[in-house]
């Protein structure tokens, strides 16, 4: 169901119209109950036949890369929609896969390499810290061995 905001229906919209047929419902009127009942869910179809960019596509998954969306139209795990050169997503797609486990290992490996942008940098490390890696190395380096020490090539 669409969560946005704008002229389409949101989870307030669809709370609202569900218990105003419930009120019409307790109050013996049919007729109005199956109204309300139907255009909620002619509205929530209409919902789910929007399609949405390759951008729209990733941001509704939570995932950064349009590529991936891309590729799976490409292989067969989402259903995309040609439009010229564009790519289009209908919204029951995304919903569809949402909170499949690829999509979630998909915001997990993102995550990740989120976090590990933070590790290292720019700066080269200084003559400590490289001291430092070379005393924990275990072992003697190929090109420091004694000659006798070395493996016949």
Known sequence: MRIVDGDRMNTNDVHARLAAALSS???GNLT????????TL???????RELLTTTQAAEALGIGSINTVKSWVKTGYLTGVMRGTRTLIPRSEIE???DSE????IRVAERYHDLSADLGG???L?????????AGRPGTLPWERE???RRPA
């Open 25 to 27: 419902a307790q109050s």
């Open 32 to 39: 109005e109950t199956v109204q309300t009942l139907q255009t």
């Open 42 to 48: 002619e509205a929530l179809e209409d919902d789910r």
């Open 96 to 98: 569809r896969i949402h």
């Open 102 to 105: 690829r999509t979630q290992r």
């Open 122 to 124: 720019d700066e080269p």
């Open 126 to 134: 200084s003559q400590d810290e490289l001291d430092a890696l070379d």
């Open 147 to 149: 000659p006798a020490q």
